[in-house]
């Protein structure tokens, strides 16, 4: 009589344990793979969104006294009625009183911080509004979870921050993508 081939119950569960090894070994090694394969999807929206939101900035006025019809005076010289006119202070950078997004004049009006899910995203920073308010509202969907830290300032020929009025600003504009990582974009806006 012929024995019979075949594993035994002990041959059977170290095979499990085994594979159990294997799948751990070959799960944490695929598992960061997987993760990382986003970063390059977020990479690209981020960008997409700085530069929308940068081409929106820079299409505005150097300060809130520069002529908004065409460059015939900026602030720091006379207006056309022949009236001084004063850049706006580097302490009082931002956004006008109960001026809205559709409103917005001159670059420094977009500083702060704009989010998507929540207002503690924006942490210390201070709260500009919604990033929907800024977007149009079919592309407010497409970034959830961003989040938008803009600063402006006056920098020096250098390009190094002046507590006094200079003729050239530094926009800082920084995308927030959670945990696929944060990206910053840096444009200068001059006073011509």
């Not at 702060?112 to 969907?141: E, F, N």
């Not at 600003?169 to 444009?187: C, M």
């Amino acid at each position: 009589m012929k024995s019979p081939n075949g594993f035994t119950l002990i041959e059977s569960i170290m095979a499990m344990i085994l594979i159990g090894f294997a799948m751990v070994t070959l799960t944490s090694f695929l598992y960061p793979q997987v993760e990382r394969s986003a970063t390059p999807h977020y990479q690209m929206r981020a960008s997409h969104l700085q530069q929308s939101i940068m081409s929106r900035i820079l299409s505005r006025a150097f300060d809130e006294q520069s002529d908004e019809q065409g460059g015939q005076y900026r602030c720091g010289e006379n207006d056309l009625q022949g009236q001084p006119t004063t850049c706006t202070l580097p302490a009082n950078l931002g956004k006008d009183s109960n001026e809205g997004v559709d409103s917005f004049n001159d670059v420094d009006d977009y500083i702060g911080c704009w989010w998507t899910d929540s207002v503690s995203d924006c942490g210390s920073t201070t709260v500009a509004g919604r990033l929907s308010d800024l977007l149009d509202m079919s592309s407010a969907s497409e970034y959830a979870h961003f989040t938008v830290f803009i600063n402006v300032r006056y920098v020096d020929s250098s390009g190094n921050a002046s507590s006094i009025i200079t003729d050239l600003k530094r926009i800082s504009l920084t995308v927030d993508a959670g945990n696929y990582g944060s990206y910053p974009l840096v444009s200068f806006r001059g006073n011509y």
